[in-house]
Each structure stands twice: as structure tokens, then as C-alpha cells.
């Protein structure tokens, strides 16, 4: 089974842009679609975005739509998230998550396997 280790969150201004990224280990990242989800402090777990496993389909939340875009590079086992144009309302602890299952992409959170423990990140107004 496939781990998923999150980096590249931090602190930024509002209007900044960070780029997550999310590392696979312990098999090939290929057949696996890979979902970006968030919680803030007091909220559930919402979808960001998510890519199928050729990379040729993606969707995205419509508070993110425009301003993240979510990409794999499968020969280097690693999905990634840019953020653009962060807001404070963007603050959150941003997970990754892998599904061998999926074939439709969906935005359920219950329908992804695996995740990574999380990166914090902080966008200040």
C-alpha cells in the first residue's frame, strides 16, 4: 500500500501563492487518483481538488476554482497543489489522499483510501 507525505505549506499574506506537494512512497503512484482536502479549526473535512490517475481529469471545489491547480508527475510518485490568490478563509490543514478504487473522480472524502497526516497552512489577512 502506498504512504503519502505531505510538504510545502507555511505561513503567506493574503494574495500569496504556495505549492503544496505530495510525495508517495512504498509503490507506484500510477492507477491511483489523488484528492487535496482541507479542515479548518471547528469545520469538517471539505474537498480542494482532485486529478485522475493519467492526469487527464481534474475538478476542483468552486471557492478554489480559478485559483489552485492540482497536477502529478507519476514517473517521480508526487502530486502537487498551486495556490494562488490565497485568502484567510484558505486557512486549513491541507491533506492529501490516494484512491486505487475510484474510477469516476468524486470529491468524497470516504472514497479515498489512503492520506497523508496533513500540512498546516496559515494565510494571513
Known amino acids: 500500500q502506498v504512504q503519502l507525505v505531505e510538504s510545502g505549506g507555511g505561513l503567506v499574506q493574503a494574495g500569496g501563492s504556495l505549492r503544496l506537494s505530495c510525495a508517495a512512497s512504498?509503490?507506484?503512484?500510477?492507477?491511483?487518483?489523488v484528492g487535496w482536502f482541507r479542515q479548518a479549526p471547528g469545520k469538517e473535512r471539505e474537498f480542494v481538488a482532485t486529478?485522475?490517475?493519467?492526469?487527464?481529469?481534474?475538478e476542483y471545489a468552486d471557492s478554489v476554482k480559478g485559483r489552485f491547480t492540482i497536477s502529478r508527475d507519476n514517473a517521480k510518485n508526487t502530486a502537487s497543489l498551486q495556490m494562488n490568490s490565497l485568502k484567510p478563509e484558505d486557512t486549513a490543514v491541507y491533506y492529501c489522499?490516494?484512491?486505487?478504487?475510484?474510477?469516476?473522480?468524486?470529491?468524497?472524502?470516504?472514497?479515498?483510501?489512503?492520506w497523508g497526516q496533513g500540512t498546516q497552512v496559515t494565510v494571513s489577512s
Open positions: 489522499a490516494a484512491s486505487r478504487t475510484i474510477v469516476v473522480l468524486t470529491t468524497a472524502a470516504s472514497d479515498y483510501e489512503y
Open positions: 512504498g509503490g507506484s503512484f500510477d492507477h491511483y487518483a
Open positions: 486529478i485522475s490517475w493519467t492526469g487527464g481529469r481534474t
